[in-house]
């Protein structure tokens, strides 16, 4: 059994952080909250969100015995133990969701999951919306999280990344993200022209000092840019030639999103 | 003869409401303001409209002799009683109206027809614009009434009405309405999803209570809702598997539209 | 050597003067300031701006020996007199360099050119752009102004010009601009329906009486209604089926831009 109560305007944030990287995946709920990872088609990018129970104005989770709940089959079959239980897995089309929650107005929006009739309620003052969940066994399986160092960290207000990546996309189909010293900077290289930010330590919240850089397909990029446009800061996680993961807050600090996109060879 | 002066946004206003179901129309002018009833080219819906005099700042009408006015012709032709020369019958080109009105700012519009010319004059400040009007002959007939009867009103706000079928647009392509007991509700089924408002009688301006509904098209009630857009409150007239006929007001209650829709039978 | 400073909106409003009538140019950088001179590929429209040293926050010009640079490979074909040297003759594409601009915000543009790597550098707070000049040779030869004198100057508010262009765009292609006795018009008719604004003379700045009228290109004329839409006043020169000649001022009058465009036959 869930049902909860969520300020409108925080489920559309929250939901638009996924669909940056997924139209639809699995929503694992539990009695701490909301979590979901995914990979996006082309295994280039990863979403990891994770929307807390306090998020919510109200917020009642029970646990399901296992003859009463279709829904944990997939929860079942990964391991069968209690624990395994102790969480529902719902498979949603996000990108529908929010067609529909973007139409209301800030209210606050309710939530139902009917786990036997596959059933997501949702509710919005006197306009009720019933969504068919999707069969979880046809979703792709919940991606491992590859276990990555980063040696530098850089925190970035999003207005000067987001603007970059605008001006970025006018000119190339891949940007440059790197540190030189205790400079963060970010470059894309068009056939005649070149755009480059360059913030020195003073001019971002953190800079891990180094001399690295990766390369990355711009469209994820952007994508990513337009999930986390109602975030302040966004922690850039940078290697050599490697994954780049982007953290930031969702719900006033009691959301977390991780987007995590592969870097692409540099062609000399 | 005829002349007046209207404020741009009422007159604005007042042929948005027409061209959410004709792009053409025959507009019947007499002494007591304007008058226009017509029905989409599928037949499926109709637009009644009227406006009155006194929503002009300036009105001047004169009954034309026979022989001046060729526009009078159909006039003549449907009946050629005195009475029927009271009133000038001209086919306008709405949306080409409209277009040209969309651009002026909020002053004053000056109209004069010239029926023996056959054009419209509209002066907007110093933009002199000369329509051709439309040989009536060649638009559709004005459609009778059909005599009905309904056995449910509602009046509901318009903004809730209109949030409920851009709503449903992204669902499916019918839409019912109906009442039981005193809920009146809006409901429409995709392959996936359902959406339904549901307002108790206390919600509405008001309601008679009943059991019955009947399914319309989306297309038309959004198309009709974007025509009312500016109306406070609409009336919706129910039967059970019967026309929807939707009554508001347009210049501060001195002109009166009503939307006519056939029903769409239900497949089960 | 060429480094300026100069306000982004007054950059991004100079520029789109140009855009309006060519994509890419030859901006001609001396002492005083900036010239370009330009005529659309289908040579029926010309425009010459200019552009002010004291428009810029700073200013630097330094005349560049001939072995230096070679940029000035075109000015020397065209007379190789020390004179000419006092000029820097760069090709930019001004659409691109638009764009990038355009996302920024209010802040202030810095402007380097390189004439010997042939790119001029803009940045824009953190955001470095380097854009490739084009081959001052592969562009066309800047046009000779031809030899004009306009029996009539109107001046007329940039809004009610704007206003009627768009409104007559939807009405026709080609456009009259006249003036009849102490009045002003533009006049534009379609199959059905005409347009025309008529302003008397107190209604305009000023307006030198006359009888004459010329017919104009409406893609044309829109076109360059954008171009100076963040001007306040516009001189229109006007002849008897002539050229008509737009001037009107930018950057708070420390620049000029000129519009020229070549009449239309009128057909009987």
Redesign the interface.
Known sequence: MFEAKIDANVLRESIETITAVVDEGKLRITEEGLKLRAVDPANVAMVSFELQRDAFDDYRFERESKSESKSESEVEAAGDTPEALEAIEVGI?FV?LL??LG???REEVNLRLDGRAQKLFTRMG???????LLDTASLRKEPKVPELEFPVQVIIEIE?FR??V??AE??GDHIVLGVDGEEFYMAVEGE????????RKE?LIHLTPGTLHSLYSLDYIAAMSKGMSRADNITLNLGKDYPLQIDFEVADGKGKVSYLLAPRIESE
């Open positions: 089309d529908k067609g529909i139409i209301g107005g006197s306009l009720a919306y019933t969504i068919s000067e603007r970059t605008r001006a006018r000119i005649m022209d070149k755009l480059r930010l360059t913030l001019q």
